[in-house]
C-alpha cells in the first residue's frame, strides 16, 4: 500500500497497472492485492465482481487505495489469463456483431456508453464498446 501511495504519480495508466497487479497476484496465489483508487478502476473491480473474479474490495480509510480480495474455487483462482486488449495509444472497439462471435471461454470487459459492462451484459442491450481486457 505504500509502495501505491509512493507510485500513484507516476503510474498513467491506472486500469492497465491495476489489472496487472490482480494476475500477478491470482499467478503468485496471494489471497488479496491493493491498486490505485479511481473512479474508473471501481468500475472495472465492479464488473469483475459479478463475473467472480474478485470476491469484495473495500477503499483504504484515505481513499487512495483499493484492496481486492481474490476469488479462488478449489484452491485455485478464477482469473487464469488476461490480457489487456486497448491502450492509450491504441483503442480497440467492436460492436455488437462482433461480440456475438466470442467464444464462451473468454470474456471481455468493455468501457461503453452505458458504462463499464461484460460483453455479455453489452449483448443483452445491444451495445458495443472499447475493449479493456480478454480474461480467458
Known amino acids: 500500500e505504500e509502495q501505491i501511495k509512493k507510485?500513484?504519480?507516476?503510474?498513467?495508466?491506472?486500469?492497465?497497472?491495476?489489472?496487472?497487479?490482480?494476475?500477478?497476484?491470482?499467478?503468485?496465489?496471494?489471497?488479496?492485492?491493493v491498486v490505485v483508487n479511481t473512479k474508473f478502476?471501481?468500475?472495472?473491480?465492479?464488473?469483475?465482481?459479478?463475473i467472480g473474479i474478485v470476491?469484495?474490495?473495500?477503499?483504504?480509510?484515505?481513499?487512495?487505495?483499493?484492496?481486492?480480495?481474490?476469488?479462488?474455487?478449489?484452491?485455485?483462482p478464477m482469473l487464469m489469463d488476461l490480457k489487456l486488449v486497448s491502450t492509450p495509444g491504441l483503442h480497440i472497439y467492436k460492436n455488437r456483431d462482433?461480440?456475438?462471435?466470442?467464444?464462451?471461454?473468454?470474456?471481455?470487459?468493455l468501457s461503453t456508453s452505458k458504462g463499464i459492462l461484460t460483453h455479455k451484459e453489452a449483448l443483452k442491450m445491444g451495445i458495443g464498446g472499447e475493449v479493456l481486457v480478454e480474461i480467458h
Request: aromatic share 6%; charged share 30%.
Open 7 to 33: 507510485q500513484k504519480n507516476m503510474i498513467t495508466y491506472t486500469i492497465g497497472d491495476s489489472l496487472i497487479r490482480l494476475k500477478n497476484a491470482c499467478m503468485a496465489g496471494q489471497k488479496e492485492t
Open 41 to 50: 478502476v471501481v468500475s472495472v473491480m465492479e464488473a469483475l465482481k459479478r
Open 55 to 76: 470476491r469484495d474490495f473495500t477503499k483504504s480509510e484515505d481513499n487512495r487505495t483499493i484492496t481486492d480480495l481474490i476469488a479462488y474455487k478449489n484452491k485455485e
Open 98 to 109: 462482433e461480440l456475438s462471435k466470442i467464444k464462451k471461454a473468454t470474456t471481455f470487459i
